[in-house]
């Protein structure tokens, strides 16, 4: 497993641009905030099979800030082509996923947040470019019905993911309104609806503007 560490500060455009460059080695992350509120993510590589989370010195995935995790809290496993999150009794305040306790084994999907003591774990099982192959069970989800507004704001979103001079970060809430010739509040109450359409309103703030992009355009609602 490898761990990238954002510096103290850094501005969300950094942390978004450092996250998409993670996501696009088609590797799974797993994203959170020490107590300093730095962004860590936590890279799950090829030969990874059994990674120990908690936050004694011996786990592979260490949260030592945390101190509602248990020393040993959980097992993530790889399966089937896939991950999972097991916890057998061995945590004092159990492990969540999406706001169910998990109890024994329970496989990881894609967006899915996993709550570890204190800590949120966002799962990013992100597919390499130009690769479009997943597991079985974990197919494309089908693009939500959206109004034409709705369109104009994922495509303005966007839009300087194509520019290859550009920072490589979705468009801000202000850039959208300046692009589209609309208040920064009518955009922020879009870009609300457009988390909830699709499902990813429990993910940390710093991450739904990317993975909104990534999402729309694995749909084809934008280029």
């Given at each position: 497993?490898?761990?990238?560490?954002?510096?103290?500060?850094?501005?969300?455009?950094?942390?978004l641009?450092?996250?998409?460059?993670?996501?696009?080695?088609?590797?799974?992350?797993?994203?959170?905030?020490?107590?300093?509120?730095?962004?860590r993510?936590?890279?799950?590589?090829?030969?990874?099979?059994?990674?120990?989370?908690?936050?004694?010195?011996?786990?592979?995935?260490?949260?030592?800030?945390?101190?509602?995790?248990?020393?040993?809290?959980?097992?993530?496993?790889?399966?089937a082509?896939?991950?999972?999150?097991?916890?057998?009794?061995?945590?004092?305040?159990?492990?969540?996923?999406?706001?169910?306790?998990?109890?024994?084994?329970?496989?990881?999907?894609?967006?899915?947040?996993?709550?570890?003591?204190?800590?949120?774990?966002?799962?990013?099982?992100?597919?390499?470019?130009?690769?479009?192959?997943?597991?079985?069970?974990?197919?494309?989800?089908?693009?939500?019905?959206?109004t034409?507004?709705?369109?104009?704001?994922?495509?303005?979103?966007?839009?300087?993911?194509?520019?290859?001079?550009?920072?490589?970060?979705?468009?801000?809430n202000?850039?959208?309104?300046?692009?589209?010739?609309?208040?920064?509040?009518?955009?922020?109450?879009?870009?609300?609806?457009?988390?909830?359409?699709?499902?990813?309103?429990?993910?940390?703030?710093?991450?739904k503007?990317?993975?909104?992009?990534?999402?729309?355009?694995?749909?084809?609602?934008?280029?």
């Amino acid at each position: 497993m490898r761990v990238i560490e954002t510096d103290r500060g850094a501005s969300r455009a950094v942390e978004l641009k450092k996250v998409i460059e993670a996501e696009r080695t088609g590797l799974p992350l797993l994203v959170t905030r020490d107590h300093e509120e730095r962004q860590r993510i936590f890279v799950l590589e090829s030969d990874d099979e059994q990674l120990w989370v908690g936050r004694g010195a011996a786990c592979d995935l260490r949260l030592d800030w945390d101190q509602q995790a248990s020393r040993c809290h959980a097992e993530l496993v790889r399966v089937a082509g896939g991950w999972a999150v097991a916890d057998d009794g061995l945590s004092r305040n159990g492990t969540f996923v999406g706001g169910e306790r998990v109890t024994g084994r329970r496989r990881l999907h894609h967006g899915e947040v996993v709550r570890v003591g204190n800590c949120r774990l966002p799962s990013q099982l992100a597919v390499a470019p130009g690769d479009r192959t997943r597991p079985d069970d974990e197919a494309p989800r089908a693009a939500p019905e959206l109004t034409p507004v709705q369109l104009e704001v994922l495509a303005a979103l966007c839009r300087p993911l194509s520019d290859p001079a550009g920072p490589a970060v979705p468009a801000t809430n202000p850039a959208i309104a300046a692009d589209l010739h609309r208040s920064t509040q009518a955009i922020k109450k879009h870009m609300g609806a457009l988390f909830v359409r699709f499902g990813i309103e429990g993910l940390p703030q710093n991450q739904k503007r990317a993975r909104l992009a990534e999402l729309a355009r694995q749909a084809g609602l934008v280029e």
